[in-house]
Structures are given as structure tokens and as C-alpha cells.
């Protein structure tokens, strides 16, 4: 991974995501579907300037490796990402999940979020931990 620059940071900044379908449905079983879900998840993420390195679904969930700025809204990217596809895909695929999905829900309330860096936790603790011993 490069390291990313703005005006006044250097940054490198990965996040995992995952978000579920609201009670774990199999939704993603059908491959038309998991594909405009990949093309929506990427048209919203570039809109909102952010970068997937990498994603893919299971059947009832997809995993997202994004790349973000400093001043992303994390919170709001995962609302947009929840809302958006869930909106077309709902649309596009009305037929095919109305006998899978219940009312108005597509993805569960809760996602998974953790950050996802170029080296361990225990080598940055050891770094810092190290920083007086270099003087």
C-alpha cells in the first residue's frame, strides 16, 4: 500500500467492512445480484471519494476493503453504502427478493468496521515503546 498525502497529512488510512443482511438471509446466491451490488458499492464509494481495494460476498453478507481520507465520515459512508443499495437492488431485483427479504429491511441494523493496517499492532506498540531508547 502507498502512503496517501494531502496538504498538511500523510496518511494511510484501510478500514474492513462488513455488512449483513437483516436476519442473515441468503441473498447473495444469485450471481446477477452480488455483481450490481459490487458495481453500486463502487460507484458510492467513489462518489464519495473513498477507494475499495477489495470486495466480495458470502451469501449473506459482503466484506469491503476501503481506503479512506482523514476527514471521511465513516458513519455516514456506511449509511450511504446500507441505504443506497439497498434501494436499487430492491428495485432491480424485486422479484427475486421478495421471497427472501421481509418488508422494508435489506441489511441488518449493526456492520463491523476495524482498521486495517500494513503492520501489526504489537511492532507500532514496540516502536513507540523504543522511541527514548534511540536518544
Same mark, same amino acid.
Given at each position: 500500500? !502507498?502512503?496517501k /498525502?494531502?496538504? *498538511?497529512?500523510?496518511? @494511510?488510512? *484501510?478500514? &474492513?467492512l462488513i455488512l449483513i443482511t437483516k436476519y442473515r438471509k441468503k441473498v447473495f446466491i444469485n450471481?446477477?445480484?452480488v455483481e /450490481? @451490488?459490487?458495481d453500486i458499492m463502487r460507484k458510492i464509494a467513489s462518489d464519495f471519494d473513498v477507494d475499495?481495494?477489495?470486495? !466480495?460476498c458470502g451469501t449473506d453478507h459482503i &466484506?469491503?476493503?476501503?481506503?479512506?481520507?482523514?476527514?471521511t465520515n465513516l458513519t455516514k459512508l456506511v449509511n450511504l453504502l446500507k441505504g443506497t443499495s439497498s /434501494?436499487?437492488?430492491r428495485k432491480e431485483f424485486e422479484t427475486q427478493l421478495s421471497d427472501i427479504l421481509y418488508g422494508d429491511s435489506f441489511w441488518s441494523d449493526s456492520y463491523y468496521i476495524?482498521?486495517?493496517?500494513?503492520?501489526?499492532?504489537?511492532?507500532?506498540?514496540?516502536?513507540?515503546?523504543?522511541? /527514548?531508547?534511540?536518544?
Open positions: 500500500m !502507498e502512503l /498525502r494531502n496538504s *498538511n497529512a500523510v496518511y @494511510l488510512l *484501510n478500514y &474492513h450471481d446477477n445480484i /450490481r @451490488l459490487k475499495i481495494i477489495n470486495q !466480495e &466484506h469491503l476493503m476501503i481506503s479512506t481520507k482523514p476527514t /434501494r436499487y437492488l476495524a482498521t486495517a493496517g500494513n503492520v501489526s499492532v504489537d511492532t507500532i506498540y514496540n516502536y513507540i515503546d523504543n522511541q /527514548r531508547k534511540k536518544i
